[in-house]
């Protein structure tokens, strides 16, 4: 009981991060899965790309109703992070735990720095007329879309994390995308990156405990749901900061227990 208790409190927050934020989720997944639910590191990376490809695709739905969805730029970035997920979600399970604990705390400690930093105003709001302007794909940079997207794609299978928390500021800062479409855009990002990885990790035998990842995908797709409503209520900022604050604590933790 206590255990299922565990997964649906944590599969909540992940949810939340993912729909309020279009990142963030991942990170917070893979922590909880090894010291609250007892998963090993290559478990848990595993089940958390389950996790996070149903999440991700729930909050996808959600913004793309509300037209925050820019689906010309987001697929040209997440194509190019297809093969590079792959490959290094096929290199990962041959890194031991130890080495794939301490990579990920680093990971969630430049996560919750970028959470955290201020953005320019300029570049993290956008006005109504931005907001639904039709797509901009035929003046984004494919130059910097590809590098951008196989640099996250190398990064999403090589640790298990959707990399919402990246693609957001990518897609703000290189292709010009407005802030309130970025979250709703790196949601797809996220969806086939994860897919990729988590193709090339099945070919593993791989245990994974489906009584735990079941609630645990369960209440991280409403809270999907619920934080796309939070983010409308309570502005990105402070989100952000609440978000980053924990993520710092959960790296500092994982640091310290692959050192002891």
């Known amino acids: 009981m206590t255990t299922l208790i565990l997964a649906l409190v944590a599969g909540a927050v992940v949810g939340l991060a993912l729909g309020g934020l279009g990142g963030g989720g991942s990170v917070l997944t893979v922590p909880a899965l090894i010291y609250l639910l007892g998963f090993t590191p290559a478990a848990a990376t595993t089940a958390a790309l ?6 991700s695709l729930t909050g996808l ?12 730029t987001g697929g040209l970035f997440a194509m190019a992070g297809i093969v590079p997920a792959a490959v290094s ?5 041959r890194i031991p735990a130890g080495v794939l604990t301490a990579a990920f705390a680093v990971l969630a400690v430049v996560a919750a720095v970028r959470m955290i930093r201020p953005r320019a105003p300029a570049r993290c709001e956008a006005t109504s007329a931005e907001e639904y302007a039709p797509d901009p794909a035929d003046r984004t940079d494919t130059g910097r879309a590809v590098r951008a997207g196989a640099g996250l794609g190398s990064v999403t299978g090589f ?28 949601l797809l990002v996220i969806t086939v990156n994860s897919t990729a990885a988590l193709a090339t990790r ?13 609630p645990f995908t369960a209440a991280a797709v409403l809270g999907a749901w619920d934080g796309k409503r939070l983010a409308a209520k309570v502005s990105t900022a402070a989100l952000q900061r609440i978000f980053g604050a924990a993520l710092i604590a959960v790296a500092l933790f994982m640091l310290v227990d692959t050192v002891v």
């Open 61 to 72: 739905v959600a913004h793309a109703r509300d037209g925050h969805v820019r689906w010309r």
């Open 89 to 93: 979600g096929a290199l990962s399970v």
């Open 202 to 214: 099945l070919t593993t035998p791989t245990s994974l405990d489906w009584a735990v990842i079941a």
């Open 159 to 186: 640790l298990g994390v959707g990399g919402g928390f990246l693609a957001v500021p990518a897609l703000v800062t290189l292709l010009a995308v407005p802030m309130t479409a970025a979250v709703g855009t790196s």
């Open 50 to 55: 389950l996790i996070v490809i149903v999440t």
